[in-house]
C-alpha cells in the first residue's frame, strides 16, 4: 500500500511522512546503490533472490540502529511503543504490584467496589449521578496516607479532596475508569458492579482491577477530560516513551525537551501568535495531563504543585515513587 504524505512515517518516529523519511528518499536510493555496487563488487555471482535478501538485511539493520532524536530507541523499538496495543508491548515488563495501597486510583476503587458489595453489588448514585456523599467522605479521609500529601497546599484546590465527586478529581477520574473498563455501570439511578467483576474482586483482589484500569487509562480515557486547554494535543501515544524518559532522569524540563525532538510535529498544533510559545504550551499539557493526572493519581510520582518559591521559580522535578518501578521494568537501557 502506497504511502500518503500526511500518513505517519513507516519508521515508526510518529511524524508525518512528508516531514520524515520521504525528505530523504533520495539519499536512501543513494545508499541502496552504493549497498548494490560494493556487494556485486565483492560477490559478483550474486543472482537477484540472494542480492534481494542480502539489502533487506541491511534495511533490518538500519532499522535496529539508535535514533539519537528518540535517546537511543531505535526505530522499530519506537513504533512497538507508538503502536502496538497494550499486552503486546516490548522491551517493557507490566506487572501487577503486590501492595496497591500506594495508589489513589485503586484506593479509591476499592472504596466503591467494597461499597458496592455491601449492598448486594450497587450502590444508590446522586440525583446528579455521582458517587454518595459517604463514599465521597471516605475517599477524602485517604489523602494523609498518599505520597501528595507531603505538599502543603490550600485543601479547596487539591485534586485528591473534595466535598462532592464534582470537586474531587481523583475520584471522578477512577470512577469514569471504573466505568469504561468495564468494571460497573449506571442503571436506574444505581451504580452496579458487573457479576464477572465481583467474582473477579472475591477471588483475586482489587490487583484484578489494576492491569484493565491502566489500560483503559492509557487507550480508552480522554487525557483532555479534566482541563479546558483551548488547544489540544493527544499525548496518549507518547505515554511509554514518556515514562521511560522521566523515570531515568525526573525532569520535567528535560522530558518536554526530549518529546520535541522526537516528535517536532507536536508543536505544530499550537499557535505562534498565541501568549505563550508552542513549547510552552506543550509543557503545560504534558505536565498537567501526562504528570499530575495520570502518572500521580496512579501513585507512580509526586511533584511539588509550587511553581515559585520565594518569588523564585522551582525546578519541575518528580519523585519517583516505588509503585512505578514495581509496574515497570524497562529493558532499554536509558
Request: glycine share 4%; charged share 25%.
Amino acid at each position: 500500500m502506497k504511502l500518503g504524505r500526511n500518513d505517519p512515517c513507516h519508521c515508526g518516529s510518529g511524524k508525518k511522512y512528508k516531514r520524515c523519511c520521504m525528505d530523504s528518499v533520495s539519499k536512501q536510493h543513494a545508499q541502496v546503490f552504493d549497498d548494490v555496487e560494493a556487494m556485486l563488487a565483492m560477490n559478483p555471482d550474486l543472482n537477484i533472490d540472494e542480492l534481494n535478501a542480502a539489502l533487506q538485511h541491511k534495511m533490518q539493520d538500519r532499522n535496529n540502529q539508535p535514533h539519537p532524536d528518540f535517546c537511543g530507541v531505535t526505530p522499530t523499538q519506537m513504533a512497538n511503543w507508538l503502536y502496538a496495543p497494550f499486552d503486546e508491548l516490548q522491551w517493557v515488563t507490566i506487572s501487577t504490584p503486590d501492595d496497591l495501597s500506594a495508589s489513589p486510583v485503586m484506593r479509591y476503587l476499592a472504596l466503591i467496589l467494597d461499597e458496592a458489595m455491601e449492598h448486594e453489588g450497587s450502590l444508590k448514585a446522586t440525583s446528579k449521578g455521582n458517587l454518595p456523599a459517604k463514599l465521597v467522605k471516605q475517599a477524602r479521609e485517604l489523602l494523609p496516607e498518599f505520597s501528595v500529601a507531603q505538599f502543603d497546599c490550600n485543601i479547596s484546590i487539591s485534586e485528591f479532596t473534595g466535598s462532592n465527586e464534582d470537586k474531587f478529581n481523583a475520584l471522578h477520574y477512577t470512577r469514569v475508569l471504573a466505568d469504561i473498563s468495564g468494571i460497573i455501570y449506571r442503571r436506574s439511578g444505581r451504580y452496579h458492579v458487573k457479576k464477572s467483576a465481583q467474582k473477579q474482586y472475591q477471588a483475586s483482589g482489587i490487583q484484578a482491577f489494576f492491569k484493565p484500569m491502566l489500560e483503559a487509562a492509557i487507550n480508552k480515557y480522554n487525557w483532555g477530560y479534566l482541563d479546558g486547554f483551548e488547544y489540544d494535543v493527544d499525548l496518549r501515544t507518547f505515554w511509554l516513551f514518556m515514562l521511560w524518559r522521566i523515570q531515568s532522569h525526573n525532569s520535567v524540563d528535560q522530558l518536554v525537551k526530549e518529546v520535541m525532538a522526537a516528535f517536532p510535529d507536536l508543536l505544530l498544533a499550537f499557535p505562534t501568535n498565541d501568549d505563550f510559545s508552542p513549547e510552552r504550551n506543550l509543557s503545560v499539557l504534558i505536565e498537567s495531563r501526562f504528570i499530575e493526572r495520570f502518572l500521580q493519581f496512579w501513585g507512580f510520582v509526586t511533584i511539588d504543585p509550587r511553581r515559585y518559591l520565594n518569588r523564585e521559580p522551582v525546578t519541575r522535578m518528580v519523585q519517583v515513587q516505588p509503585l512505578l518501578k514495581q509496574t515497570f521494568q524497562f529493558t532499554i537501557n536509558s
